[in-house]
């Protein structure tokens, strides 16, 4: 997936202002920053949900020359948020993932997704009497079937999560990102927007950091989660730290506090 020159403007106002970015298949790739930096409108960008300037190309195919089909079989995207106004069981909306073809015929990939995402059992309750964890994992469950590898997949298949663990526990949210780690593992591509810090630094290979509508540096989580980082981007002093022996960057507000 790589984009060039991304511009987007909603309104009279400029979101994106000129974003090159790369995402490569057996990699999870992270967007992070503040709020209102543009994350959610790029990752909306490069889905084809909102068209803007520039060029994106996924699997080596501009974009904006593919219909909403032949972008689904591609892409699963998982919305911050999302909404259902009929009342759907669970499996009926796994089953809303269901693609064409050899995938769209097996009648056991809804299971198998729900099962994933540590919801076994669900199928037959409703969708509007779960948490919001809980229908965050349903819908990331349709997006897995959405994109599930068959035998004979021949394109890369692609997942982007907006915030997928932003409504979750922690037991859940490693859940979410090892099911992200896994699908990069064996051959996928995976963008994700988030926002806990160490997190992205355990499960990224490549963060992008933007800031108002800017990339302001890419790189591995050590090359980038860094105090200038924090101060520049985020506008507050914090140290970062590092874990031995791995060297893994991680943030704790309360430490630097008790230290000034």
């Given at each position: 997936?790589?984009?060039?020159?991304?511009?987007?403007?909603?309104?009279?106002?400029?979101?994106?202002?000129?974003?090159?970015?790369?995402?490569?298949?057996?990699?999870?790739?992270?967007?992070?920053?503040?709020?209102?930096?543009?994350?959610?409108?790029?990752?909306?960008?490069?889905?084809?949900?909102?068209?803007?300037?520039?060029?994106?190309?996924?699997?080596?195919?501009?974009?904006?020359?593919?219909?909403?089909?032949?972008?689904?079989?591609?892409?699963?995207?998982?919305?911050?948020?999302?909404?259902?106004?009929?009342?759907?069981?669970v499996l009926e909306i796994v089953r809303l993932?269901?693609?064409?073809?050899l995938a769209g015929a097996d009648e056991h990939?809804?299971?198998?997704?729900?099962?994933?995402?540590?919801?076994?059992?669900?199928?037959?309750?409703?969708?509007?009497?779960?948490?919001?964890?809980?229908?965050?994992?349903?819908?990331?469950?349709?997006?897995?079937?959405?994109?599930?590898?068959?035998?004979?997949?021949?394109?890369?298949k692609w997942l982007l999560l907006d915030e997928?663990?932003?409504?979750?526990?922690?037991?859940?949210?490693?859940?979410?990102?090892?099911?992200?780690?896994?699908?990069?593992?064996?051959?996928?591509?995976?963008?994700?927007?988030?926002?806990?810090?160490?997190?992205?630094?355990?499960?990224?290979?490549?963060?992008?950091?933007?800031?108002?509508?800017?990339?302001?540096?890419?790189?591995?989580?050590?090359?980038?989660?860094?105090?200038?980082?924090?101060?520049?981007?985020?506008?507050?002093?914090?140290?970062?730290?590092?874990?031995?022996?791995?060297?893994?960057?991680?943030?704790?507000?309360?430490?630097?506090?008790?230290?000034?």
């Open positions: 997936m790589e984009a060039t020159n991304i511009r987007v403007t909603l309104g009279r106002k400029e979101i994106l202002h000129g974003i090159d970015f790369k995402a490569e298949p057996g990699k999870v790739t992270a967007i992070i920053g503040p709020n209102g930096s543009g994350k959610s409108t790029l990752l909306k960008t490069l889905s084809g949900e909102i068209t803007g300037a520039g060029t994106i190309t996924l699997n080596g195919s501009d974009i904006s020359s593919l219909q909403p089909w032949e972008l689904s079989p591609m892409r699963g995207v998982l919305p911050q948020a999302s909404s259902v106004a009929f009342p759907f069981t993932g269901l693609a064409r073809g990939l809804p299971i198998q997704a729900l099962k994933h995402v540590d919801l076994a059992g669900f199928e037959n309750r409703s969708y509007q009497e779960l948490s919001g964890g809980e229908q965050q994992r349903v819908q990331l469950a349709r997006v897995l079937t959405q994109v599930w590898e068959t035998p004979d997949s021949s394109e890369t997928p663990v932003a409504s979750l526990d922690i037991a859940h949210q490693f859940t979410v990102l090892d099911i992200a780690r896994d699908f990069a593992s064996r051959g996928g591509g995976v963008v994700v927007v988030m926002h806990d810090l160490n997190l992205t630094a355990l499960f990224a290979d490549t963060i992008y950091v933007l800031s108002q509508g800017r990339v302001w540096g890419s790189g591995a989580p050590s090359e980038v989660l860094n105090d200038d980082m924090m101060r520049d981007v985020y506008g507050i002093n914090l140290q970062m730290n590092k874990t031995p022996p791995t060297q893994v960057p991680f943030v704790l507000p309360q430490a630097m506090y008790q230290n000034t």
